[in-house]
């Protein structure tokens, strides 16, 4: 079996119909560590979320939310880019004030941009943040 970096490799490369499954196998293996179960499950989310396909990144999200019991604040983050795009703008707002409560919505939106460094990811969230502002202020 392969790790879930190796799967990565894979999946942007080009054989996504053979690393999809392969990610969801390890994802759903109870013999694999908690920590590469994880990993497999970021790197599915990662790719629903470039594919426009949020509802199964979220689903992927909260399969980590069930095996951890918190979020990490880069799925947070993410969580909340996927209520974004799918215009759930009420869900959205709920996560939002409730990191804002804890006081560190900053520190997740930094998280997220330090542990993606992609121009286009960061130019996808600033959009959405942007429409998100723009669907607050219509309310």
């Known amino acids: 079996m392969f790790s879930a970096d190796e799967l ?7 054989f996504s119909l053979y690393a999809l499954p392969a990610l969801e196998q390890l994802k759903q293996a109870p013999a ?8 497999a499950v970021w790197r599915l989310i990662r790719w629903h979320y470039y594919k426009k396909d ?3 990144a979220i689903a992927n999200i909260q399969f980590l939310e069930k095996l951890h019991g ?3 604040k ?4 993410a969580k909340l880019l996927c209520f974004i795009r799918l215009k759930r703008f009420h869900e959205a707002r709920i ?3 409730r990191e804002l409560r804890y006081h560190y919505l900053k ?8 542990k993606f460094k992609l121009y286009q990811f960061n130019y ?6 942007m429409g998100f502002m723009e669907e607050d202020q219509n309310l």
């Not at 990565?8 to 080009?14: I, R, V």
């Not at 520190?107 to 330090?114: A, G, L, Q, R």
């Open 54 to 56: 949020y509802l199964q």
């Open 124 to 129: 996808w969230f600033i959009n959405a943040l």
């Open 74 to 77: 880069n799925y947070i983050v």
């Open 32 to 39: 694999t560590t908690s920590k590469e179960r994880e990993k």
């Open 70 to 72: 918190t979020l990490k």
């Open 8 to 14: 990565e490799s894979k999946l942007w490369g080009g």
């Open 95 to 97: 996560i939002v004030n």
């Open 107 to 114: 520190s997740v939106i930094m998280t997220f941009f330090n």
